[in-house]
Nanobody, 119 residues
Framework: VQLQASGGGLVQTGGSLRLSCVAS????????MGWYRQAPGKQRELVAV???????TYADFVKGQFDISRDSAKNTVYLQMNSLKPEDTAVYYC??????????????WGQGTEVTVSS
């Protein structure tokens, strides 16, 4: 199983980016999917998560600014980021709870996609 994240880049303050993360491989089912970020010199932190039923949870610092969604048919999770600020600069990682069979489930991580917001 692999998670492949994409969509990062350099954007000016106030701009928008849309991150995507697709899960591939031997997948029986996918539970929650989410995005985390890690800024230089800081710990990785949760940004947003979405359950298999579409229930979303956001970190307080991105409420009303970011929107998480998923396309279960494509095993893909998205993060629409609007009104970006320099403090949103970080490497963004996707995460998913994946079952490869009915007996076990694991958390998988994508490789990270870098977002840089210039002032």
């Amino acid at each position: 199983v692999q998670l492949q994240a994409s969509g990062g880049g350099l954007v000016q303050t106030g701009g928008s980016l849309r991150l995507s993360c697709v899960a591939s491989g031997s997948i029986f089912s996918i539970g929650h999917m989410g995005w985390y970020r890690q800024a230089p010199g800081k710990q990785r932190e949760l940004v947003a998560v979405i359950t298999s039923g579409g229930v979303t949870t956001y970190a307080d610092f991105v409420k009303g600014q970011f929107d998480i969604s998923r396309d279960s048919a494509k095993n893909t999770v998205y993060l629409q980021m609007n009104s970006l600020k320099p403090e949103d600069t970080a490497v963004y990682y996707c995460n998913a709870r994946i079952r490869r069979n009915v007996y076990s489930e694991y958390d998988y991580w994508g490789q990270g996609t870098e977002v840089t917001v210039s002032s």
